[in-house]
């Protein structure tokens, strides 16, 4: 499999922190934002990763990447011209994925979990799909998931009355087929291409398959979730130094 970081956007639910920065430029305790999914795939043996560009400060972004190398992981670079959403951001990778089943992680999620084992299940999988649900107390900004016995039914985007508090985070596995799928999707009324119609495309074929989060997760793109983020990476940082 190979990887995908989604590290475009505007950050605009940042400003004035992103006026002039990428927010994957952020620190989030002791390192930049864009390390932790870049880890996370390195981690769970994903080391061929695209990283798909965007908005202010790519320069500075490069410069701190380069190659790869650092992370023993070898960096392509895609720039996207616009802001018209993941989905649109994803199909930037088609060239890149050249038939192979992908990872794709938004390039502000946080997470403690080791996805090794989930990404040599999907791999070994005849599921088209695969997405990563967790519980959070605020499932009105996320796509949610409708679950019944342990299978998802539905994904509704940002609901004014979630159906329940399951959400879809921000890491997705993909056979190669999603990028057909992207050429026949709509803009929505944000006028952006959604992932959630990706995934729901996936649900009618009976080909999408929950992978459930246990341990802390949580998304860096509005203040406070920024701020949670840098306290749950901190502890996460403390008990393994004091584990030795």
């Known amino acids: 499999m190979k990887g995908i970081i989604l590290a475009g956007g505007t950050g605009s639910r940042l400003y004035p922190l992103t006026k002039v920065i ?30 798909v560009l965007g908005g202010e400060s790519t320069g500075e972004l490069f410069q701190l990447l380069g190659s790869g190398k650092k992370f023993g992981a070898n960096f392509t670079y895609k720039y996207q011209d616009e802001a018209g959403g993941i989905a649109h951001a994803l199909s930037l990778a088609e060239d890149f994925a050249n038939g192979e089943k992908v990872i794709v992680l938004l390039g502000d999620n946080i997470i403690q979990e080791d996805l090794k084992i989930a990404v040599k299940d999907f791999e070994k999988s005849k599921v088209k799909a695969g997405v990563f649900l967790k519980q959070v107390s605020e499932p009105e900004r996320f796509g949610v998931a409708e679950v019944q016995n342990q299978k998802i039914i539905q994904i509704v985007e940002k609901p004014e009355n979630p159906k329940s508090n399951w959400i ?16 026949t ?21 009976n080909a999408l398959k929950a992978y459930y989060l246990e341990g802390f997760w949580t998304d860096a793109g509005i203040f406070e979730s920024l701020f949670n983020a840098t306290v749950l990476a901190r502890e996460s940082y403390l008990k393994r130094r004091s584990e030795g």
């Open 185 to 205: 999707l709509k803009p929505s009324d944000r006028g952006e291409l959604e992932i959630t119609d990706i995934n729901n495309s996936f649900i009618l074929q």
């Open 22 to 51: 990428n927010k994957h430029l952020l620190p989030i305790y002791n390192k930049p934002m864009i390390f932790y999914p870049i880890e996370t795939l390195c981690k769970a043996g994903i080391t061929d990763i695209l990283i």
């Open 168 to 183: 879809v985070t921000g890491i997705y596995m993909y056979h190669h087929e999603v990028f057909d799928i992207i050429k």
